[in-house]
DNA sequence: ATCCCGGTAAACAATT
DNA sequence: CAATTGTTTACCGGGA
């Protein structure tokens, strides 16, 4: 690319510090007012949420149901006094905004007012704050048959996201690409019936729906964006809990859905219905001492996790763990975009779940046996069943020759290397074979691996890791030899 | 210093 | 033939 870049890349570059002093509105920090009746009301919401989302869970509902579910009871709660407070500043130590009446409230980023959640107007012309993933994965997911053609992927987008309509065209090469290179996305075959024209109609892949939405709700979006909010300098023991995926953008699909409603997840909510499971065999259970890296994880606290887990400052009924209930939920977008390092002793870790799972493998090493939950047993057997299934298809990129190519050959959503389909048949045939073939046994074995894996979930998860890693160590070796 | 990731550009093939 | 769509490679910058 050269010296100079290009003015949509220049318009993102600064943006995580410059642009949030503009027209966005403050974050959101619990208040003063925060007595002990509205801790145990918090709690009660905690927990009804947790029940709702487990519900969720159990009934498989997508997570738009359980959002609907949510807001009801987030509504609830909202109209029992919670009030947001103090903006964070930013660092420039100043108020992004005023800390008038004009303020957002809580309830207004959690449940009204999209507008002072992220304002519309100002942010039209700025570049989303989503990945292009995220944007493909939110036009798909607003399209009626949850399938559309990159033409209406760009219309889509057009359509919420003002800002491409001036950027320079090659957003949508960008489009095209990710709707190529990532695994999440997946070509359907058209219905001859009613052509659409050129191209095919795309959808989200089931199998990495759930880590889309993990990477929309992890959108360094502000308020919460780690550059702006203040790290949390609670001890490492103190539970660092409900930590919280950044609000949907207003503009989303997401959003509009829920009749208006910004919604957000708040990732210790749903953490915590894993946690009530366990509950019974740990009734006492405190986070892992996590490790640095957590520093993001507490930089994106929302207010309402902020006020929650204040709340569990006292000795709580509730205090749930680091990591997601869904084990499958593990992989982030970006870093589960990477299995390999969500598991590997010696990868970082960006995200509060690795940072878990980070901790966890490192106890092979180090053990910390005191402090590890049950659930983090169970993400640390999610993490080990990605890992192996990362590793898999380690093995099958590393013997895929010189042109694996650096970002296809990076990620674990990437297509066609990652899934084994050989390199040596032309492009069009390969993926035609990874339409027409199920996957390939050894990706299917380590898939099965890693379904047991799950449902392990023990306490000897960490070391089923190392055995299941030994073990793909020599899978990787046969691979290779055989090639 | 290195790696990973997302974004971008570009080349090229396939399709309409 | 042109435009669009799809695939792939290469590179860059930021962040960890």
Redesign the pocket.
């Known amino acids: 690319?050269?010296?100079t870049?290009?003015?949509?890349?220049k318009?993102?570059?600064?943006s995580?510090?410059a642009s949030a002093s503009q027209g966005m509105s403050p974050p959101y920090r619990q208040g003063d007012a925060a007595t002990a009746a509205s801790e145990a009301e918090a709690a009660d919401l905690s927990l009804s949420l947790s029940a709702s989302f487990s519900k969720a869970e159990d009934e498989e509902l997508t997570s738009l149901s359980w959002l609907h579910e949510s807001t009801d009871l987030l509504n609830s709660f909202s109209h029992s006094g919670l009030r947001s407070v103090s903006p964070l500043q930013d660092p420039d130590g100043q108020h992004s905004r005023s800390p008038s009446s004009s303020s957002p409230s809580l309830e207004d980023a959690l449940l009204g007012d999209a507008h002072s959640a992220y304002d519309l107007a100002a942010g039209a012309n700025r570049?989303p704050p989503?990945?292009?993933?995220?944007?493909i994965f939110m036009a798909i997911e607003d399209a009626p048959n949850k399938r559309l053609?990159?033409?209406?992927?760009?219309g889509w987008i057009l359509e919420h996201f003002p800002y491409f309509a001036s950027?320079?065209?090659?957003?949508?090469?960008?489009v095209?690409?990710?709707?190529?290179?990532?695994k999440c996305?997946k070509?359907v075959d058209?219905d001859r019936s009613q052509?659409i024209?050129?191209?095919?109609?795309?959808s989200i892949d089931p199998e990495y729906r759930h880590n889309l939405i993990q990477?929309l709700k992890k959108t360094?979006y502000h308020p919460y964006s780690?550059?702006l909010a203040t790290p949390s300098t609670s001890p490492p023991t103190l539970p660092q809990t409900f930590h919280h995926s950044p609000p949907l953008w207003s503009g989303s699909p997401l959003f509009r859905k829920n009749g208006g409603v910004l919604l957000q997840v708040p990732r210790g909510v749903i953490q915590n219905g894993a946690r009530i499971r366990s509950q019974a065999l740990f009734p006492v259970i405190r986070p892992l001492p996590v490790s640095p890296?957590g520093s993001?994880t507490s930089a994106i606290r929302s207010s309402l996790g902020d006020y929650l887990s204040r709340g569990q400052d006292s000795p709580s009924r509730y205090s749930p763990p680091l990591c997601s209930e869904d084990l499958q939920d593990d992989h982030t977008?970006?870093?589960?975009?990477?299995?390999?390092?969500l598991c590997s002793p010696s990868?970082?870790?960006?995200d509060d779940d690795d940072d878990i799972i980070a901790v966890e493998i490192q106890s092979d090493v180090k053990p910390e046996p005191r402090e590890i939950p049950l659930d983090s047993h169970i993400t640390s057997a999610a993490a080990a069943a990605n890992y192996i299934s990362q590793q898999s298809l380690r093995g099958q990129r590393r013997s895929s020759g010189?042109?694996?190519?650096?970002?296809?050959?990076?990620?674990?959503?990437?297509?066609?290397?990652a899934r084994g389909?050989s390199?040596t048949l032309?492009?069009?045939k390969?993926?035609a074979a990874a339409v027409e073939k199920p996957p390939e046994s050894d990706d299917e074995e380590m898939k099965e691996a890693a379904g047991s894996l799950l449902h392990l979930a023990g306490v000897r998860a960490c070391l089923n890791n190392i055995t299941n890693r030994t073990a793909k160590g020599q899978k990787e070796q046969k691979e290779a030899l055989r090639n």
């Not at 990868?347 to 960006?350: P, R």
């Not at 970002?407 to 990437?414: E, M």
Request: aromatic letters at 8%; one cysteine or more; charged letters at 20%.
């Open positions: 690319m050269g010296p870049m290009p003015p949509s890349k318009a993102q570059s600064p995580s510090g570049k989503y990945s292009f993933s995220c944007l053609p990159v033409k209406d992927i760009y950027a320079p065209t090659g957003w949508k090469n960008s095209r690409h990710n709707l190529s290179l990532n996305f070509k058209k052509s024209g050129k191209g095919s109609l795309w990477a360094p780690p550059g890296v993001r977008y970006s870093t589960a975009k990477s299995p390999s390092r990868s970082g870790m960006d010189p042109g694996a190519g650096t970002l296809a050959g990076s990620s674990l959503w990437t297509k066609n290397r389909i390199d032309p492009l069009k390969r993926r």
